[in-house]
């Protein structure tokens, strides 16, 4: 058991994205820098922050480029975002984010519903992007989205997934990210699909996305651990969902896959403390609790605590105890 464990892994933070680009309030440009702020302070050192989407599309994150411009450089952090098309390439290069995360579905459906495109035509604007974005030197990651299950069509074959990745490669693309888009995922299939693909790819190019709908995310890393994969994507609190994904719940919370990874030593270089912190301010934000299951326990230990102290403080002193 546990033959091939990392020494470290890459968490790559999509809260500011997936998780927002759910939500049905619209949060103010401000608070999204908080956020992204306060998750970066906790020693993220990749953090997808937003989504130059047509608005139509995604209202949530219509104000990509003022999040941008408020957050500036974020120093020694990876501040990636979702360019879909040329139009959303030139607004990204009006910014100082540095990470292109490009994206696609392995099935025709969800393909259609999430951009309007066929695979064939999706993988056309891809390229266009992709040529652009390595001409101009940036690092490109690509999501496949529902590799193991459609909402619409089931189970995907793997060599669907497998002809797909190998396109992206050849375009140049630097990292591909794996999407159990709606969380149906079980870790046999996650072990045996990087095990097929890696015939093709290295394997450190490889990142694992899982949406945590059915309880099987953490399950699942510990499969693509296993299988040599080294990147994980991980939503604050267990923010997002898919809005063409119907019953897509949130992503794997990053707290979640932090504290595992500190309990299996592995390293992330992230201070779990301030994570809760900057999950903390998220449910501020947000105005409820949000489900990630660390956070709540440890807010709720932080609020033992902090009731503890008050009442150590707001105890009288007794007469016989006073130090003579
Ligand atoms: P379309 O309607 O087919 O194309 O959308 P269009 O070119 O006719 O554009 C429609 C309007 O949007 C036009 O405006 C364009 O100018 C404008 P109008 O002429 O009507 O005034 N437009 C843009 N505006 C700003 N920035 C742009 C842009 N592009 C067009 N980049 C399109 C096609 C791809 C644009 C649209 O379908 C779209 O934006 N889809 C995005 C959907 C999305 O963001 N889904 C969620 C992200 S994917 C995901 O969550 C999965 C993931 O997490 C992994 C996983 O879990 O599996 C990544
Ligand atoms: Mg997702």
Redesign the pocket.
């Known amino acids: 058991m546990f033959q091939r464990l990392p020494a470290s892994v890459k968490v790559v933070e ?1 809260g500011p994205r ?1 998780g927002l ?1 759910n939500e049905t309030e619209l949060v103010s440009t401000t608070d999204k820098v908080r956020l992204i702020k306060a998750l970066a302070a906790s020693g993220l050192k990749a953090i997808e922050v937003t ?8 209202p949530q994150l219509k104000d990509a480029s003022e999040v941008a411009e408020a957050l500036g450089v974020l120093p020694a952090v990876t501040t990636s975002c ?4 040329l ?2 390439y030139e ?1 990204f290069q009006e910014t100082k984010l540095n990470e292109l995360a490009l ?1 696609m579905s392995a099935s025709e459906s969800h393909s259609k519903k ?4 066929t695979i064939a035509e999706a993988l056309v604007a891809l390229k266009e992007v992709a040529d652009k974005g390595k001409a101009d030197g940036y690092r490109i990651r690509c ?1 496949v ?2 590799v193991f299950e459609c909402p619409y069509e089931g189970r995907v074959g793997k060599s669907q997934v497998l002809e797909i990745t190998e396109q992206l490669l050849s375009m140049g693309v630097d990292e591909i ?1 794996l ?3 709606i969380g149906a995922a079980t870790p046999k299939e996650v072990y045996e699909m990087v095990d097929l693909l890696a015939a093709k790819v290295d394997r450190s190019k490889l990142a694992l ?1 899982f ?1 945590d709908t059915r309880g099987t995310a953490l399950a699942n890393v510990v499969a693509g651990l296993e299988a040599g994969v080294t990147i994980f994507d991980a939503s604050i609190g267990g923010l997002g969902g ?3 994904a119907p019953g897509a719940a949130g992503n794997l919370a990053t707290e979640d896959l932090v504290y595992m990874l500190n309990g299996m030593g592995i390293s992330t270089g992230i201070d779990l403390d301030k994570l809760v912190d900057a999950g903390a301010l998220a449910q501020k934000i947000l105005g409820r609790p949000l489900p990630g299951r660390y956070l709540k326990a440890a807010l709720a230990t932080r609020e033992k605590e902090a009731a503890r102290s008050h009442l150590c403080d707001s105890s009288p002193v007794r007469a016989d105890s006073a130090i003579s």
Do not use: A, E
Not at 51 to 58: A, G, L, R, Y
Not at 114 to 117: G, L, Q, S
């Open positions: 999509v997936d680009q989504s130059f989407v047509s608005p139509k599309w995604i979702l360019v879909p098309n139009r959303g607004r994206f999430n951009i309007n495109k999501y989205s529902v990210s999407g159990d888009t996305h949406h898919c809005p063409y």
